[in-house]
């Protein structure tokens, strides 16, 4: 009786001992002290549908800083038959503006485990843009996934914003004031005829 | 992992259609009702109440310090969305604007109508850097004072707004991004200040403004009011104060006669008539929550879309937020050829649910019309019966935000600690089940307001179908039908959607 016991307990210690190793893989949440190379740093994941393939995007960590390493981890699984991509994908990155973006290359990767990833430090921070292009049955795939490094300036948005309200204001000024120029002087011209 | 909050419970929901099957059959059998007389209580004369509403309206600063505060806590917002962490649920500016503001706003017309309005800072702002006062008249009033096109003098362009808010929020995700989240609100503020600059009064407020707009149709659902004391004052009046301003006090923003006001659809609750009338004929007073919506409020054909807008939409955000939507739109966005974010599969996903009920809603009229004969216009059927649409939206509206609220808004004294998120990591999981257990009302309190909601926007949805449909169907009872099945079948369906689990949003 004791040793069903001891045997019931020790599959009950294992079962929660599981639950847990479960939960914290589903969680993917981190220590703090975890680094880039660990199982389970902090990350942000964006998933996407592209083609005949769902792909998932994980960046390591979730907010980079400039100086830090990092990594990109991508899954691509074709929507039908659920087979990961097995082939070669090219990760490059640019910077997140209208004009003057200069691409590089990241590197070329080849699959690991279902998993394509790609290392990377960045010198500065800002806002970039991460492609992983990818050729599947004959078609070109390329994706493409905003990266924030570091802290960026607010100034950008809210100075844009007070030049465009201040812009605003002078033209309405002086629209306003030639028309009370005009006015006035429409009405000295009627006061001398 | 997805979080999801429980759905209503099936006795509750087995309990509202029955209401709602009994409620339907004695509209059909009921007397016909006559115009009922318009019962209001003054606030100023209850005690208390009435001390603060003299308090609030005797001089303009208490309203301009709560814009102070307004404008203060959107400046926050703003400075943390644009600089503060990208976690959504660390940052104030999300946490703030959409699990905060956007869902208690609703609520908050249930009992204060369109105060919101008064102190938006939206407006304020815009106020303030447009008219070059704090709060007094400037004369001259620094804006073109144009007049506003005559085509855009009605709330279509609101409507697209709101429809454009709606794809921001959930198709774009704005609601999960605090950078975007400042964004938007910076642009609503350029636009505010660009309608103030170019046009005459407060054009953004009265034809654009979706949150405005919003705000002013459930408030014809709202208890308070803001009407003038004696009619007979006003029918003598030559000088209209409440419509021109003062010399101190700036005109109704809206372009309103306090003595022919009879709804709060347009009214900002601003209080500049209640300033500016020398007679001091202008006061808050409660009333009856269904009287404006059910007799006094004017039928227009583009109020209507817009009313039937809130209706499907509001029901669009619920249907997103159930778990099976994303693989819905997933599988319909390989059989189209979308790719990425999948905004077109969103998009078109969106109209769809917008417009399908509202085509039904059409034909329902349709219908009903053939019955009537030459007796009225299809337009004037379909923008009459829709006001039976603004009470359903309303409740519904409400109760969903109720779960938005109650159970994804604690740790808030940690948020308001930080507001920028510095230093902090994404929700656990083990925070999301502490934001379970520890929600601000207990799960069965939540589930008593929610059916509650959904039975009192039935029942005022069905008055507003005895008074309106047998005003307009001469009192043949059996043409109301087509418009009860409408009602009937939309509540039932967002009663549905309300007894699903629902995904948390951040």
């Known amino acids: 009786m004791s040793s069903k016991l001891n045997k019931f307990l020790l599959a009950l210690?294992?079962?929660?001992?599981?639950?847990?190793?479960?939960?914290?893989?589903?969680?993917?949440?981190?220590?703090?002290?975890?680094?880039?190379?660990?199982?389970?740093?902090?990350?942000?994941?964006?998933?996407?549908?592209?083609?005949?393939?769902?792909?998932t995007y994980m960046v390591f960590p979730a907010f980079p800083k400039a100086g830090q390493n990092g990594r990109v981890n991508l899954y691509a699984t074709h929507m039908s038959s659920g087979k990961a991509f097995n082939g070669e994908v090219t990760f490059k990155v640019k910077d997140d503006k209208w004009f003057g973006a200069k691409t590089e290359i990241l590197g070329k990767q080849k699959i690991d485990d279902g998993v394509y990833r790609q290392g990377f430090v960045f010198r500065q921070d800002g806002d970039y843009i991460i492609s992983a292009f990818f050729i599947a049955d004959g078609e070109p795939y390329n994706i493409d996934f905003p990266l924030r490094v570091g802290q960026t300036s607010a100034i950008g948005p809210i100075g844009l914003t007070v030049l465009a309200v201040f812009a605003l204001l002078i033209i309405v000024n002086i629209i306003q004031r030639k028309r009370l120029l005009r006015g006035k002087i429409q009405a000295a011209a009627q006061e001398k005829s | 992992m997805t979080m999801t909050h429980p759905g209503l419970p099936a006795l509750w929901v087995n309990l509202i259609w029955l209401f709602m099957l009994l409620v339907s059959l004695w509209v059909l059998f009921s007397r016909v009702p006559e115009r009922s007389e318009h019962r209001y209580l003054l606030m100023s004369k209850i005690p208390l109440l009435g001390r603060l509403?003299?308090?609030?309206?005797?001089?303009?600063?208490?309203?301009?310090?709560?814009?102070?505060?307004?404008?203060?806590?959107?400046?926050?917002?703003?400075?943390?969305?644009?600089?503060?962490?990208?976690?959504?649920?660390?940052?104030?500016?999300?946490?703030?604007?959409?699990?905060?503001?956007?869902?208690?706003?609703?609520?908050?017309?249930?009992?204060?109508?369109?105060?919101?309005?008064?102190?938006?800072?939206?407006?304020?702002?815009?106020?303030?850097?447009?008219?070059?006062?704090?709060?007094?008249?400037?004369?001259?009033?620094?804006?073109?004072?144009?007049?506003?096109?005559?085509?855009?003098?009605?709330?279509?362009?609101?409507?697209?707004?709101?429809?454009?808010?709606?794809?921001?929020?959930?198709?774009?995700?704005?609601?999960?991004?605090?950078?975007?989240?400042?964004?938007?609100?910076?642009?609503?503020?350029?636009?505010?200040?660009?309608?103030?600059?170019?046009?005459?009064?407060?054009?953004?407020?009265?034809?654009?403004?979706?949150?405005?707009?919003?705000?002013?149709?459930?408030?014809?659902?709202?208890?308070?009011?803001?009407?003038?004391?004696?009619?007979d004052i006003c029918a003598n009046c030559t000088t209209l104060e409440c419509y021109h301003g003062s010399d101190t006090i700036e005109p109704c923003p809206t372009h309103l006669v306090m003595g022919t006001l009879q709804q709060n659809t347009f009214c900002t609750s601003c209080g500049n008539c209640v300033q500016s009338c020398p007679d001091n004929n202008v006061s808050w007073r409660l009333r009856s929550q269904s009287v404006e919506v059910r007799q006094d409020a004017r039928p227009r054909w583009d109020e209507a879309w817009f009313m039937l807008g809130l209706l499907t939409l509001t029901s669009f955000h619920g249907i997103t937020m159930?778990?099976?939507?994303?693989?819905?739109?997933?599988?319909?966005?390989?059989?189209?050829?979308?790719?990425?974010?999948?905004?077109?599969?969103?998009?078109?996903?969106?109209?769809?649910?917008?417009?399908?009920?509202?085509?039904?809603?059409?034909?329902?009229?349709?219908?009903?019309?053939?019955?009537?004969?030459?007796?009225?216009?299809?337009?004037?059927?379909?923008?009459?019966?829709?006001?039976?649409?603004?009470?359903?939206?309303?409740?519904?509206?409400?109760a969903h935000n109720l779960n938005h609220l109650v159970r994804e808004s604690t740790?808030?004294?940690?948020?308001?600690?930080?507001?920028?998120?510095?230093?902090?990591?994404?929700?656990?999981?083990?925070?999301?089940?502490?934001?379970?257990?520890?929600?601000?009302?207990?799960?069965?309190?939540?589930?008593?307001?929610?059916?509650?909601?959904?039975?009192?926007?039935?029942?005022?949805?069905?008055?507003?179908?005895?008074?309106?449909?047998?005003?307009?169907?001469?009192?043949?009872?059996?043409?109301?039908?087509?418009?009860?099945?409408?009602?009937?079948?939309?509540?039932?369906?967002?009663?549905?959607?309300?007894?699903?689990?629902?995904?948390?949003?951040?």
Request: proline residues 5%; contains cysteine.
């Open chain 2, 53 to 231: 509403v003299h308090f609030l309206n005797a001089s303009p600063w208490p309203l301009q310090l709560m814009k102070l505060l307004m404008v203060g806590v959107f400046l926050i917002v703003i400075y943390a969305g644009l600089q503060g962490t990208q976690i959504p649920e660390r940052n104030l500016s999300t946490v703030m604007t959409w699990n905060l503001w956007w869902a208690g706003l609703v609520i908050a017309v249930f009992f204060t109508g369109s105060a919101w309005c008064a102190v938006c800072p939206w407006d304020a702002l815009a106020t303030w850097l447009v008219r070059r006062r704090l709060w007094r008249r400037a004369v001259p009033n620094n804006s073109l004072n144009l007049k506003v096109p005559k085509w855009m003098r009605n709330v279509w362009p609101a409507l697209l707004m709101f429809m454009a808010l709606t794809w921001f929020e959930l198709g774009v995700g704005v609601t999960n991004d605090p950078y975007a989240t400042s964004i938007l609100a910076l642009l609503m503020l350029v636009m505010a200040i660009v309608f103030l600059s170019v046009f005459e009064n407060k054009a953004f407020c009265h034809y654009v403004c979706p949150v405005g707009r919003t705000v002013g149709y459930y408030a014809q659902l709202a208890p308070v009011e803001l009407r003038p004391i004696n009619t």
């Open chain 2, 322 to 398: 159930l778990p099976f939507w994303y693989e819905g739109i997933s599988q319909f966005g390989s059989w189209i050829g979308d790719s990425g974010r999948l905004l077109t599969s969103f998009s078109l996903g969106m109209l769809f649910i917008m417009f399908a009920p509202i085509a039904v809603y059409a034909l329902l009229v349709f219908w009903a019309k053939k019955w009537m004969g030459d007796r009225a216009r299809f337009t004037q059927v379909f923008s009459v019966l829709a006001f039976a649409s603004l009470p359903l939206a309303f409740s519904y509206h409400i």
């Open chain 1, 13 to 55: 210690i294992s079962l929660i001992y599981m639950n847990n190793l479960l939960a914290h893989h589903v969680l993917g949440r981190p220590s703090y002290s975890l680094g880039e190379d660990s199982t389970t740093p902090p990350s942000m994941q964006v998933e996407t549908q592209i083609g005949q393939y769902f792909v």
């Open chain 2, 411 to 506: 740790d808030l004294i940690a948020l308001f600690s930080n507001p920028l998120g510095t230093d902090t990591q994404p929700l656990g999981m083990m925070e999301k089940h502490e934001r379970h257990l520890n929600m601000i009302i207990s799960q069965d309190t939540l589930f008593w307001l929610q059916a509650g909601l959904m039975l009192f926007g039935f029942w005022l949805a069905m008055q507003v179908i005895r008074y309106r449909g047998y005003a307009l169907f001469a009192e043949k009872k059996l043409w109301v039908i087509p418009i009860i099945i409408f009602a009937i079948a939309i509540h039932g369906f967002d009663l549905w959607i309300l007894s699903q689990p629902m995904t948390m949003r951040m």
